[in-house]
């Protein structure tokens, strides 16, 4: 038994029973996000698609979900004394509005580059923004740092029980509201949302396959399901910029390790095609991150012909000029 699986072992990982607690928490507070289909999206998959619209989750994204349980979670004296984050922008703007709600001060270490729409929103709810640069600085090292001289609690932006728990009520909506899914298909960076929805499929769709999709530019994930490890890479350029992660988390590994059916990659080409169907066709405006799964199913880089599949678009947050010259780029 190598040292990485012995430390598996030891951590406290969240089951199905936390994902309904979860649940409870967030019952009248994250928003029960609708579903869309399309008959042109079946036409072209040979499928029938079921759009699982975190995109309009309060936050823009489905990290509210994992931020407002993680924050719930904590004892009356972690909540006074505050927590420390960090984020491309969805978890941050998520921690952020979560921490406001619940009266708990927050601090987001984000990349120098991330999206401005994404660091104004994460201002806007109340938070502090601290900048490093995610080529040359380690956002873990600092949030660690941060969090340790402040006393705060770490909230990482996947790599925690009561983050994937969160995430996981989104995929759990989902199986509630349509019933015989045979393939579900999730973004993948860290592997917060996926691993809870591995987590929520155990209990509500134990027949269900599963499929991660990352951005080609960044496939970590894949490299460490084929060694049985956690594989490190070095930051990926890709416009899918929340699933830009070097590795997979402690947590969220084991849980996708032992019940993924597979992980697979899309181009940024593919990415853009992908969110002008959704413009186009549904009227949805999705951020690159977000259109993970959906590209994966026109390609067919998940093959989903004749079945029932449930895809997470993940998020919305873009600003509306990079989204208006992504979508404009001429298409082969």
Known sequence: MNVQTERHMQLSLPTPEDVAVAVAR???????????????????????LYLKCENLQRGGAFKFRGAYNAIAALSPAQRTKGVVAFSSGNHAQAMALAGRLQGVSVSVVMPH???????????????????????????????????????????????????????????????????????????LGGGGLLAG??????????????????????????????????????PPVSIADGAVVTHLGHHTFPIIQRKITGIVTVSDTQLVAAMSMLA?????????????????????????????????????????????????TPRN
Do not use: W
Not at 30 to 41: E, G, R, V
Not at 150 to 171: K, M
């Open 113 to 187: 580059d991330a999206p401005a729409v994404k660091v104004a929103a994460t201002r806007g709810y109340g938070a502090e923004v601290i900048f490093y640069d995610r080529y040359k600085e380690d956002r873990e090292a600092i949030g660690r740092d941060l969090a340790e001289k402040q006393g705060r609690a770490l909230i990482p932006s996947y790599d925690h029980p009561d983050v994937i728990a969160g995430q996981g009520t989104a995929a759990h909506e989902l199986f509630q509201d349509i019933e015989d899914i045979d393939v579900l298909i999730s973004p």
């Open 280 to 328: 186009e066709r549904l009227k949805i405006i999705a951020e690159p991150t977000g259109c993970l799964g959906l590209a994966a199913a026109l390609t067919g880089a998940v093959d989903v012909k004749g079945k029932r599949v449930g895809v997470l678009i993940s998020g919305g947050n873009i600003d509306l000029s990079r989204f208006g010259r992504l979508v404009s």
């Open 26 to 48: 967030l019952n009248g507070v994250a928003h029960h996000s609708p579903i869309m289909t399309s008959t042109t999206l079946d036409a072209m998959t040979g499928a029938r």
């Open 197 to 234: 929805s591995i987590l929520a499929a155990e209990r509500a769709a134990p027949n269900c396959l599963l499929y991660g999709v990352e951005p080609e530019a960044g496939d970590d994930g894949r490299q460490s399901l084929k060694r049985g490890e956690i594989v490190h890479i070095s």
